[in-house]
């Protein structure tokens, strides 16, 4: 199986590029993004998943290792090939994407080539809360699908201050559409984060 490779590249298209690695030349499929930023003779170091299908054996380069995670994440729903992952990361960066996928917002994940609304939906459902996100990403500035979480600058610092205490998406999520019925939309910060605090508590 191989997972990085060092090399120069001798051959670029579209949607993939040749790089050689000592004496042999890999063909690896890659987002047009990175297609188009390498030349022939370029330097490359990528981040590989080896895919295998029956008599089929790919290689597809990406130039983070988390690129790598989100690609297996993406190619288990159904739909989702993996021509259709890689475009969805050349589309998003791995933090938009999360934030997408958290925040339900198929329009966003639309936006790649080849995901329709269906596909879009399942992502969004199937998805959340199980990708990798990137260290200090803030998942309170994902916007629900459901659009019922309260907003202002009270509500948001209190979804992130939860966010840190590693409690989960749903849970604050249901905590603030609560709280909001009891305490408008311009409330004390420190009033609600005990209240709820003393509601995912019980």
């Known amino acids: 199986m191989i997972a990085w490779l060092k090399g120069e590249v001798t051959r670029c298209l579209t949607d993939s590029l040749v790089l050689r690695v000592g004496d042999v030349g890999?063909?690896?499929?890659?987002?047009?993004?990175?297609?188009?930023?390498?030349l022939p003779g370029d330097p490359l170091e990528l981040h590989v998943h080896t895919h295998?299908?029956?008599q089929e054996f790919s290689l597809f380069g990406f130039?983070?290792?988390i690129?790598?995670?989100?690609?297996?994440?993406?190619?288990?729903?159904k739909g989702v090939g993996p021509r259709v992952a890689v475009a969805i990361?050349?589309?998003?960066?791995?933090?938009?994407?999360?934030?997408?996928?958290?925040?339900g917002d198929v329009r966003r994940l639309s936006s790649a080539k080849g995901v329709g609304k269906?596909?879009?939906?399942?992502?969004?459902?199937?998805?959340?809360?199980?990708?990798?996100?990137?260290?200090g990403l803030d998942l309170s500035a994902a916007?629900?699908?459901?659009?019922?979480?309260?907003?202002g600058a009270v509500w948001r610092d209190l979804a992130s201050a939860l966010a840190n205490l590693q409690y989960k998406r749903g849970e604050i999520e249901r905590v603030l559409?609560?709280?909001?019925?009891?305490?408008?939309?311009?409330?004390?910060?420190?009033?609600?984060?005990?209240?709820?605090?003393?509601?995912?508590?019980?």
């Open 118 to 135: 269906k596909v879009a939906e399942r992502l969004a459902m199937e998805l959340k809360g199980k990708l990798p996100a990137s260290a």
């Open 89 to 103: 990361l050349d589309a998003l960066s791995p933090d938009d994407l999360v934030l997408a996928v958290e925040g």
């Open 63 to 65: 130039r983070e290792a």
């Open 177 to 202: 559409e609560q709280l909001a019925e009891t305490h408008g939309e311009s409330p004390e910060f420190d009033t609600v984060l005990r209240a709820a605090l003393g509601a995912l508590r019980r």
């Open 26 to 38: 890999y063909l690896l499929t890659v987002g047009e993004g990175t297609a188009s930023t390498v």
């Open 52 to 54: 295998v299908r029956e």
């Open 143 to 151: 916007t629900p699908a459901n659009g019922k979480s309260p907003k």
């Open 67 to 77: 690129h790598v995670e989100l690609f297996e994440a993406l190619t288990t729903v």
